[in-house]
T-cell receptor, first 113, second 115 residues
């Protein structure tokens, strides 16, 4: 079945440094979504990318979808302590009609003030 | 908008008993609801997908007779863990997909502990 791999598993950065997490799928995706889960919380939808090569920005967050629609990245510029949490990518395959998502294992971001 | 509630937020039960978890979309209609398990420091593992009015589709390895899912309306889905065992202890999270959308909105989760 579809597999979504995400690296790194953990990332510790000094506040103000940049952070990037990468996501790779074993199959071509119809869309990729990113979620953030704060410690003790539940995943919160951040964004969805649908088009090949798409780039979207949300303030200090930049999301990219690869040309082949098999990989994606999330880049945070100048991290802040509020960015702490686990970032999950989730690959979508709408072939079945139910829009299931396959989640990566997540990247846990720690920001040292 | 797009709020999903889950009840209870935590539950402790004895081995052999059944536990029902409710998932509600509060301000939108959910065409599809999903049930996940999340183990500590791990990712979300999809258990089943349910569409309103039809039988749930279970992922490989998930026992449908043990994890009963009922999607009674466009705003409510329930997961019943039957004859619970300690190995069923986990964090169960539901999510709901709004009609016409692909994103999922997650409930706050239910921490189940089976003693």
């Amino acid at each position: 079945g579809q597999q979504v791999m995400q690296i790194p598993q953990y990332q510790h950065v000094q506040e103000g440094e940049d952070f990037t997490t990468y996501c790779n799928s074993s199959t071509t995706l119809s869309n990729i979504q990113w979620y953030k889960q704060r410690p003790g919380g539940h995943p919160v939808f951040l964004i969805q990318l649908v088009k090949s090569g798409e780039v979207k920005k949300q303030k200090r967050l930049t999301f990219q979808f690869g040309e082949a629609k098999k990989n994606s990245s999330l880049h945070i510029t100048a991290t802040q302590t509020t960015d702490v949490g686990t970032y999950f990518c989730a690959g979508g395959n709408s072939g079945a009609g139910s829009y299931q998502l396959t989640f990566g294992k997540g990247t846990k971001l720690s920001v040292i003030p | 908008g797009a709020v999903v509630s889950q009840h209870p937020s935590w539950v402790i039960c004895k081995s052999g008993t059944s536990v029902k978890i409710e998932c509600r979309s509060l301000d939108f209609q959910a065409t599809t609801m999903f049930w996940y398990r999340q183990f500590p420091k791990q990712s979300l593992m999809l258990m089943a997908t349910s569409n309103e009015g039809s039988k749930a589709t279970y992922e490989q390895g998930v026992e449908k007779d043990k994890f009963l899912i009922n999607h009674a309306s466009l705003t409510l889905s329930t997961l019943t863990v039957t004859s619970a065992h300690p190995e069923d202890s986990s964090f169960y999270i539901c999510s709901a997909r709004p009609a016409g959308g692909r994103e999922q909105y997650f409930g706050p989760g239910t921490r189940l502990t089976v003693t």
